[in-house]
Every structure is written in structure tokens, then in C-alpha cells.
């Protein structure tokens, strides 16, 4: 009996320790991984993307990748749609696959931010009138428009 008794211990902690063990991957196995592009730039750009996500109840990692454009979301959806978090995420300035950012938002961002927006109309040294001179006076063209796409050159 006293073999026993000394072992009784160490047989309940390795039985807790089993149950947790089974019970974390329960809770693991709730949680959805998914990826999806969101615009952005830079640095700063993920952050605020992050950001939107870092206090949501539901979210339990953001991580977007500034090269890819793309962003990994593991959430619970028994708590938060996939809908919300893109549209969160929009709310801070970035459109994404699932929800467009409000061009008031938008244009609150950081010049550093502000990444080239699919249906919007160029303006400045972009326009369609200045775009021919893009190609002849390059260098002045990249400094007013901060570097847009379209006075890039194609290769």
C-alpha cells in the first residue's frame, strides 16, 4: 500500500498532464488559418494593418508580409467573420480580397502608405496628359509623384 501511495501522485499529474495536452489541441483545432492580399507598402503599413487586428476578440495572429502583400489571419469563426476582419481592416485605410477602405480613410494615410489603388483615377504627374512626359523627364516626374507605378520604368 505505501508503494502505491507514493505513486498515486505522480499517476494523477501525468493523467492532468495528458488531459491538457488533449484538451489545447481541442482548442487549437477551432481556429481558422487563412491568407488574403491586402495593399500596403512598408513598415508602417504593417503595423497599422496588424494593428486593426491586434485587440479583436477572435484573432489570435496577424502577420502581413510587406512582400507578398498578403496577409495570414488565424481567427475563431464562432467568434469574428472573415467579412469583419477584412472589413477592420479596411477601416484603417487598406483595401484588401474582401472590403475596399473608404477614400476618406485613405487619404489620411501616410504619403509613405499610400499604395496604388485598383480603379483610381491618376492624377498629378500621372494624368494621362503628363504621363507622355514621364518617359522624357523621368526624374522629375518619380520626385513629384513620389514614385507611382505609372512614371516607373517598364521593362
Same mark, same amino acid.
Given at each position: 500500500?505505501?508503494?502505491?501511495?507514493?505513486?498515486?501522485?505522480?499517476?494523477?499529474?501525468?493523467?492532468?498532464?495528458?488531459? $491538457?495536452?488533449?484538451?489545447? !489541441?481541442?482548442?487549437?483545432? &477551432?481556429? +481558422?488559418?487563412? @491568407?488574403? #492580399?491586402?495593399?500596403?507598402? %512598408?513598415?508602417?503599413?504593417?503595423?497599422?494593418?496588424?494593428?486593426?487586428?491586434?485587440?479583436?476578440?477572435?484573432?489570435?495572429?496577424?502577420?502581413?508580409?510587406?512582400?507578398?502583400?498578403?496577409?495570414?489571419?488565424?481567427?475563431?469563426?464562432?467568434?469574428?467573420?472573415?467579412?469583419?476582419?477584412?472589413?477592420?481592416? $479596411?477601416?484603417?485605410?487598406? !483595401?484588401?480580397?474582401?472590403? &475596399?477602405? +473608404?477614400?476618406? @480613410?485613405? #487619404?489620411?494615410?501616410?504619403? %509613405?502608405?499610400?499604395?496604388?489603388?485598383?480603379?483610381?483615377?491618376?492624377?498629378?504627374?500621372?494624368?494621362?496628359?503628363?504621363?507622355?512626359?514621364?518617359?522624357?523627364?523621368?526624374?522629375?516626374?518619380?520626385?513629384?509623384?513620389?514614385?507611382?507605378?505609372?512614371?516607373?520604368?517598364?521593362?
Amino acid at each position: 500500500m505505501n508503494i502505491l501511495s507514493k505513486k498515486l501522485p505522480f499517476v494523477a499529474f501525468a493523467l492532468f498532464l495528458t488531459t $491538457a495536452f488533449f484538451a489545447s !489541441d481541442a482548442l487549437a483545432g &477551432k481556429f +481558422k488559418k487563412t @491568407v488574403f #492580399a491586402v495593399s500596403g507598402n %512598408c513598415g508602417m503599413c504593417e503595423m497599422r494593418i496588424e494593428g486593426a487586428l491586434s485587440e479583436v476578440k477572435g484573432v489570435k495572429l496577424a502577420d502581413w508580409d510587406k512582400t507578398t502583400k498578403k496577409i495570414t489571419v488565424k481567427y475563431d469563426p464562432s467568434v469574428i467573420t472573415l467579412a469583419s476582419i477584412q472589413q477592420k481592416i $479596411a477601416d484603417v485605410g487598406y !483595401d484588401n480580397a474582401g472590403a &475596399k477602405a +473608404k477614400d476618406e @480613410v485613405y #487619404a489620411k494615410l501616410p504619403g %509613405c502608405c499610400k499604395y496604388e489603388r485598383a480603379g483610381a483615377k491618376a492624377s498629378g504627374c500621372c494624368s494621362k496628359e503628363k504621363k507622355a512626359s514621364c518617359s522624357k523627364d523621368e526624374a522629375s516626374c518619380a520626385k513629384k509623384a513620389e514614385g507611382k507605378a505609372c512614371c516607373k520604368k517598364k521593362n
